[in-house]
């Protein structure tokens, strides 16, 4: 069984992948998100509108904004505390994240050498991999959805979700068409798929992602915002290639000689099989 | 190399390097449930556990 190797395989690649994640993410890109949440916190516990409209309800006001505490997730579920507990569930999701990645990254690999033999060694492999892993799983649905941090409203997510999946899926087959297809037509098919989601557009807010936040406020989320998107291209740049080196090294470690001992003995038509005539 | 095991050992291999992309395939599908929980799953447990993994991924969140 060479599902268990994979699963294994695959856990090794996440656990070092997701630590090395989880420092890069503590020193670019999770400041970014505490300091938006700041301000996040600030809007939940500001009293209504309406009641400063009125001025003499201060105390209610109050009281009242205890009860908006949280817009994503109801305010009495669980929470990770700051500190070492969130830092902790980061690093779990962060390896099981790279442990799907790796489960795919190695199903494309042993495709690829299914398909086209042995001739690409297994870093280089890894690598055309990993970047079309970085085209697809960010770049392309970044495109159309840009990465927010905490506070900033956005479509309905459940449209988001559909849509990222879109441009994630024909971005992946675009680069499948290109790595195994080798007809004159491939481009097209290509540009097409990789157009596709932008034919079908990304969701988009109508109106300010961040309406309802104070002049001060406001200005400061959206630097925040614009610094997110560069610390979360940087932090994907990191993980894919780190996901191509030690993915390629896995690979070639663990599955490539169960794999090729298999395809090699199931091709043999053109050498084995001139081998049995008499 | 004699004719009879030559035609005992061509099927075999068949059914096993059918078996690896089944496997291979299984793998892959693993790993989109695996994704799915991680970034795209409503419970609000999994959520916040994630939450900032999901931020910096850039999934859709919230």
Same mark, same amino acid.
């Given at each position: 069984?060479?599902?268990?190797?994979?699963?294994?395989?695959?856990?090794?690649?996440?656990?070092?992948?997701?630590?090395?994640?989880?420092?890069?993410?503590?020193?670019?890109?999770?400041?970014?998100?505490?300091?938006?949440?700041?301000?996040?916190?600030?809007?939940?516990?500001?009293?209504?509108?309406?009641?400063?409209?009125?001025?003499?309800?201060?105390?209610?006001?109050?009281?009242?904004?205890?009860?908006?505490?949280?817009?994503?997730?109801?305010?009495?579920?669980?929470?990770?505390?700051?500190?070492?507990?969130?830092?902790?569930?980061?690093?779990?999701?962060?390896?099981?994240?790279?442990?799907?990645?790796?489960?795919?990254?190695?199903?494309?690999?042993?495709?690829?050498?299914?398909?086209?033999?042995?001739?690409?060694?297994?870093?280089?492999?890894?690598?055309?991999?990993?970047?079309?892993?970085?085209?697809?799983?960010?770049?392309?649905?970044?495109?159309?959805?840009?990465?927010?941090?905490?506070?900033?409203?956005?479509?309905?997510?459940?449209?988001?979700?559909?849509?990222?999946?879109?441009?994630?899926?024909?971005?992946?087959?675009?680069?499948?068409?290109?790595?195994?297809?080798?007809?004159?037509?491939?481009?097209?098919?290509?540009?097409?798929?990789?157009?596709?989601?932008?034919?079908?557009?990304?969701?988009?807010?109508?109106?300010?992602?961040?309406?309802?936040?104070?002049?001060?406020?406001?200005?400061?989320?959206?630097?925040?915002?614009?610094?997110?998107?560069?610390?979360?291209?940087?932090?994907?740049?990191?993980?894919?290639?780190?996901?191509?080196?030690?993915?390629?090294?896995?690979?070639?470690?663990?599955?490539?000689?169960?794999?090729?001992?298999?395809?090699?003995?199931?091709?043999?038509?053109?050498?084995?099989?001139?081998?049995?005539?008499? | 190399?004699?004719?009879?095991?030559?035609?005992?050992?061509?099927?075999?291999?068949?059914?096993?390097?059918?078996?690896?992309?089944?496997?291979?395939?299984?793998?892959?599908?693993?790993?989109?449930? @695996?994704?799915?929980?991680?970034?795209?799953?409503?419970?609000?447990?999994?959520?916040?556990?994630?939450?900032? @993994?999901?931020?910096?991924?850039?999934?859709?969140?919230?």
């Amino acid at each position: 069984m060479i599902f268990q190797r994979l699963v294994w395989s695959a856990l090794a690649a996440a656990v070092l992948v997701g630590g090395v994640q989880t420092g890069v993410q503590r020193w670019q890109a999770a400041p970014l998100i505490l300091a938006a949440e700041v301000y996040e916190e600030q809007k939940a516990e500001a009293p209504e509108p309406v009641a400063s409209l009125t001025g003499h309800v201060h105390a209610e006001g109050v009281a009242h904004g205890h009860e908006h505490e949280h817009e994503h997730g109801s305010a009495k579920e669980w929470e990770p505390e700051n500190g070492a507990e969130r830092i902790g569930w980061t690093l779990v999701a962060n390896i099981l994240h790279a442990f799907s990645m790796a489960l795919l990254v190695f199903a494309v690999m042993g495709a690829y050498l299914y398909q086209r033999g042995a001739a690409m060694g297994s870093m280089a492999l890894a690598s055309v991999v990993a970047a079309a892993g970085f085209v697809s799983f960010h770049l392309w649905p970044s495109l159309g959805l840009h990465a927010e941090v905490p506070g900033m409203e956005a479509a309905p997510l459940h449209a988001r979700q559909v849509w990222w999946a879109l441009a994630v899926g024909s971005a992946a087959l675009a680069c499948g068409v290109l790595g195994f297809t080798r007809s004159p037509l491939r481009w097209v098919a290509a540009a097409v798929l990789l157009a596709l989601p932008f034919m079908v557009g990304a969701p988009q807010l109508n109106g300010d992602p961040l309406a309802g936040f104070s002049a001060e406020a406001h200005a400061a989320l959206e630097q925040l915002g614009t610094q997110f998107i560069w610390a979360t291209t940087w932090v994907s740049l990191s993980f894919w290639a780190s996901m191509g080196l030690v993915c390629g090294a896995a690979f070639q470690r663990w599955l490539r000689p169960v794999l090729e001992a298999t395809f090699e003995r199931s091709k043999p038509s053109a050498s084995a099989g001139t081998a049995v005539n008499p | 190399m004699n004719a009879a095991s030559a035609s005992s050992s061509t099927s075999l291999p068949v059914s096993a390097t059918r078996s690896l992309l089944l496997q291979l395939a299984a793998g892959a599908a693993l790993g989109l449930v @695996v994704l799915y929980g991680v970034a795209f799953a409503e419970s609000p447990l999994l959520h916040n556990a994630a939450h900032d @993994v999901r931020h910096i991924t850039v999934k859709p969140c919230h």
